[in-house]
């Protein structure tokens, strides 16, 4: 039997979050003009009620009050991506990594191209930190929500800005 998925869409410094949940475990977090986004028809019935922990926790995260998410999640993905997404979960707020060190972390120094194509499939963007991964010179190099959008996202982790 498929899961009971439900999604709810709420508002947030970047634009709109569409929440996705499987059985009522959050298994996606959206952002407007993602790439790699399912299409809307997948992310089942709107509930508005289900996420309210999710919504809490994204509150305090966007206030400064929140450094480390503590939600269940359900990670659809290969084996490899979702011990990619585990590693990603292990970066300290305000810090990034680069690709070649998740490599190297997961013991495969020359995997770094393989985490970054599991990185840009993160299904659950900012809850998942896939933003503090950048190139090997410190550079930002891809994400699904546009690097506009990580370039904010580093710069309120580090400080330097503010919502």
């Not at 996606?28 to 089942?44: A, I």
Request: aromatic share 8%.
């Amino acid at each position: 039997m498929s899961p009971m998925k439900h999604h709810t869409v709420i508002d947030s410094p970047y634009g709109p979050l569409t929440l996705v949940a499987d059985d009522g475990i959050l298994c996606g977090l959206y952002m407007t003009e993602q790439r790699h986004r399912p299409p809307e028809e997948s992310f089942g019935t709107r509930n508005e009620t289900l996420f309210a922990e999710a919504e809490e926790q994204l509150e305090a995260y966007f206030s400064g009050d929140l450094k480390e998410f503590t939600l269940e999640l359900h990670l659809h993905g290969t084996p490899f991506q979702r011990t990619v997404w585990g590693r990603l979960r292990e970066i300290p707020y305000g810090e990034t990594r680069s690709y070649g060190e998740l490599a190297t972390a997961l013991g495969n120094p020359s995997a770094s191209r393989a985490v970054g194509l599991a990185n840009g499939r993160n299904p659950i963007g900012i809850i998942v930190p896939c933003h503090r991964v950048v190139g090997a010179n410190g550079s930002l190099t891809g994400y699904g929500g546009g690097l506009d959008r990580k370039q904010r996202l580093l710069d309120f982790e580090s400080g330097k800005a503010l919502f």
